[in-house]
């Protein structure tokens, strides 16, 4: 069964933290995505991930950084947290030759 | 001008009526579209997708898709209470490592 992770289901941090959202893939996907749900906004894409150490921007990179150094992670990274940056932090994968994102349950992040 | 929009409802239909979805998009070189499910508190899931003009079913959930005028919908047929939930439209690009989702139509089948 497809499976997706995420390190946290809520979390609290202050303003100026760094801030480390952590998301484990067990299908042995090549791709990997991290996006932020916003009311209103939808589903924005923040950066994904197509193979190990690469990492390409996605529509709101600004603010955040990635790490993937194995296949099956794919690290979410808030350099100095901001208020403006608490939402639903998602996490999907997807596999070479599929169409299909799945995704994880999601973080809520809230930045006080 | 969003890549992809959608009235973001709620929509109100009762049980066992035809409810409607529907979904803009911007950029007419669009090839395939997605429709993705969302309950309250979790997280999306792919129903559909559809890629040819005309219409794709599957069960009680049907795509239809009008290139011409850039808009593609679902119907759910018999909706049901646990149709309640929020659906996505979503477009890919870069070979599917690029989604631009609609903000979502919230749906509420009532008993």
């Known amino acids: 069964d497809v499976k997706v992770t995420q390190s946290s289901r809520y979390l609290v941090k202050r303003t100026g933290e760094k801030v480390f959202l952590e998301c484990v893939q067990d299908m042995d996907h090549e791709n990997m995505f991290w996006y932020r749900q916003d009311p209103g906004l939808g589903l924005r894409l923040i950066y994904f991930?197509?193979?190990?150490?690469?990492?390409e921007k996605g529509d709101i990179p600004e603010g955040y950084s990635v790490s993937r150094e194995k296949k099956e992670r794919f690290s979410l990274i808030l350099e100095s947290a901001s208020t403006n940056q608490t939402s639903m932090y998602l996490c999907?994968?997807?596999?070479?030759?599929?169409?299909?994102?799945?995704f994880g349950p999601g973080t809520r992040l809230t930045v006080t | 001008q969003k890549e992809v929009e959608q009235n973001s409802g709620p929509l109100s239909v009762p049980e066992g009526a035809i409810a409607s979805l529907n979904c803009t998009y911007s950029?007419?070189?669009?090839?395939?579209f997605f429709w993705y499910r969302q309950y309250s508190g979790k997280s999306p899931e792919l129903i559909m997708f559809i890629y040819s003009n005309g219409d794709k079913e599957d069960g009680r959930f049907t795509a239809q898709l009008n290139k011409a005028s850039q808009y593609v919908s679902l119907l759910i047929r018999d909706s049901q209470p646990s149709d309640s939930a929020t659906y996505l439209c979503?477009?890919?690009?870069?070979?599917?490592?690029?989604?631009?989702f609609g903000s979502g139509t919230k749906l509420n089948v009532k008993p």
């Open positions: 950029d007419r070189g669009s090839q395939s």
């Open positions: 991930s197509y193979d190990v150490k690469m990492k």
């Open positions: 979503a477009v890919p690009r870069y070979n599917f490592n690029k989604f631009y």
């Open positions: 999907a994968s997807r596999g070479d030759g599929g169409y299909e994102q799945y």
